[in-house]
């Protein structure tokens, strides 16, 4: 059966902290260590469970900061970034090129920014598809023909298009979108039992 956002309903009920403000990179054949390096970062104390990467990642953040964190595990040839407060994943000055020779994908999202959420696919430094998460229609990158029709049956919001429900599906629908193009399910146990390998980014 196909994957579709019902199957993510859990990550903003599950996780409402890092729901706030998050983004979630899935990176192919890039180990942790290598993805450190390619966004220029520095390396930060492990830690383990989504609770203490939300935790440390506030406690950090100030009016003076210019560095994000993030944690980063392994799913088989893939390295899963999760960034709580933070979106290098799909800063495209910081994604494109760190895509040499990968496939990269990324979803961010900010519950207190208006459209603040976007969907990001790169290869290779090639934008594949680039989309506001909250208004899917304006689709940009080589492969957004070949992937609308997937878009819609996910369940992002159309604006200009009648739906069934009030319910804004976007966050749901772009963890299944991640999963469609990755392979990779990522699951409340997986987020909550995992040891991160931290490190720190600049973002300014």
Not at 5 to 22: G, I, T
Not at 37 to 50: C, D, H, K, M, Y
Not at 55 to 65: E, F, Q
Not at 88 to 102: I, M, R, Y
Request: glycine letters at 8%; aromatic letters at 10%.
């Amino acid at each position: 059966m196909a994957t579709t956002a019902a199957d993510y309903m859990w990550f903003e009920e599950d996780f409402p902290d890092l729901a706030e403000s998050y983004c979630v990179t899935l990176v192919h054949n890039v180990p942790p260590n290598e993805l450190l390096g390619r966004l220029g970062g520095r390396s930060e104390p492990e830690v383990t469970g989504i609770t203490a990467l939300v935790d440390t990642a506030y406690d950090l953040w100030g009016p003076s900061t210019t560095r994000t964190y993030f944690g980063m595990t392994t799913l088989g040839p893939w390295t899963l970034m999760v960034e709580p407060n933070g979106w290098h994943g799909v800063n495209e000055e910081k994604a494109l090129p760190a895509s040499a020779g990968t496939r990269w994908i990324s979803h961010y999202d900010n519950a207190n920014a208006n459209n603040g959420g976007s969907f990001l696919w790169a290869e290779d430094t090639e934008l594949q598809l680039r989309f506001e998460l909250h208004e899917a229609e304006y689709l940009t990158g080589t492969r957004a023909g070949d992937t609308l029709a997937v878009i819609r049956r996910l369940g992002f919001t159309f604006p200009e298009e009648p739906t069934e429900t009030d319910d804004d599906l976007a966050v749901p629908a772009a963890f299944a979108l991640a999963e469609h193009l990755t392979g990779i399910r990522v699951t409340p146990a997986l987020l909550q039992g995992t040891t991160y390998i931290c490190g720190t980014a600049e973002f300014r």
